[in-house]
């Protein structure tokens, strides 16, 4: 057991450790002097930096990189959604000027067809078109007026180019109409040019109709104009049909026979017009200035009441 030291063998060891303790003081508080008079340990501290800069970039990065991988997702997330609301608006626009075009294409329509009537005085009413067959072997428009509307069996459907067909059924609320295309229908036609009365017949096709048995010395020529010309009272003389667009002999080589391009438009337009009574005859030749012979007479009147038997609908037989 070693021998007890007591207080006085500490005593050497404390000393010690407390002048060291002064010196460091007394070594800081120099340096500290030594710096606010010269200022010399500035530039040590700028130099330091300067190699301790790259260590706080490095310790910076993960911050840097979670804040950017947070503002691209934030900016992303608004830019889909940005992106939706615009293709919507987008969409919402092209829909309405889809509509806004098929309303200004309507309001065309319409208008022409109230030139006609105003330049005509032609006595008509109104019709939208509620379906259409263009079937080859049959070519009808069902209207949306019917007997209840004074429509008649026997009424010619035109438009602002000119004959369309003419109506073959009614009930009280819808109307049937055969155009002229349909391969069943003809209509009595004259040359506007010249008064050479032909026969037009449905082709089944709505771009064209058929001039059969057309005389080698008759004056016919492509671009001629033609109209109905009034025989049968089936149709009132003078009303456009279309123009002669291509001649060719028969296969008896004796006739010529003609294909004709409508003036109505029969695959297009949502509305017709129904005339109620005949206008005056007019006179067919070549005093005529223009394919319209419409009389200028009256106004639209109003609904007819009179209805006709059902065989007052055209149908000519082929020769």
């Given amino acids: 057991m070693p021998p007890y030291a007591g207080p006085a063998a500490a005593r050497p060891g404390e000393i010690a450790g407390t002048l060291r ?7 800081a508080f120099a340096l500290i002097v030594l710096d606010h008079r010269g200022g010399w340990l500035s530039n040590t501290r700028q130099q330091a930096q300067v190699f301790v800069q790259p260590l706080w970039s490095v310790a910076g990065w993960p911050g840097k990189v979670v804040d950017s991988i947070s503002d691209d997702a934030g900016t992303r997330s608004s830019l889909m959604a940005e992106n939706r609301r615009l293709r919507n608006e987008l969409l919402v626009s092209g829909a309405r000027m889809a509509r806004l075009q098929a309303a200004s294409a309507d309001n065309d329509r319409l208008r022409s067809m109230l030139g006609v009537v105003k330049r005509g005085g032609l006595d008509v009413q ?22 209840g509307d004074g429509v008649r069996v026997g009424q010619v459907v035109i438009d ?6 003419q109506v073959i059924a ?13 391969p069943d229908h003809a ?12 026969v037009a017949y449905g082709s089944g096709r709505s771009d064209r109709l058929s001039l059969a048995s057309i005389p080698l010395s008759s004056d016919v020529k492509v671009g001629d104009v ?6 049968g009272d089936r149709f009132p003389a003078g009303f456009p049909v ?43 030749g070549p005093v005529a200035e223009s394919t319209s012979l419409l009389p200028v007479s009256a106004s639209v009147a109003a609904p007819a009441t009179a209805t006709l038997p059902a065989s007052a609908a055209t149908r000519v037989q082929r020769p």
Avoid at 126 to 147: E, H, M, N, T
Avoid at 189 to 197: M, Q, T
Avoid at 253 to 280: E, K, Y
């Fill in 21 to 27: 303790l002064l010196a460091y003081l007394a070594a």
């Fill in 126 to 147: 109104l019709a939208r078109i509620l379906d259409i067959d263009l079937d080859p072997v049959k070519q009808r428009l069902v209207l949306d007026a019917g007997s």
């Fill in 160 to 165: 602002a180019g000119g004959v369309v067909g």
């Fill in 170 to 182: 009614v009930t009280p609320m819808h109307s049937t109409a055969l155009l002229l295309t349909d």
């Fill in 187 to 198: 209509v009595p036609v004259a040359v506007l040019r010249n008064g050479v009365r032909l």
């Fill in 226 to 231: 033609v109209v109905t010309s009034g025989l």
């Fill in 242 to 284: 279309g123009t002669i667009s291509a001649l060719r002999p028969d296969e008896s080589r004796a006739f010529l026979v003609g294909d004709v391009t409508p003036a109505a438009q029969l695959d297009r337009g949502r509305d017709v017009l129904l005339l109620r009574s005949a206008p005056a005859r007019p006179v067919i």
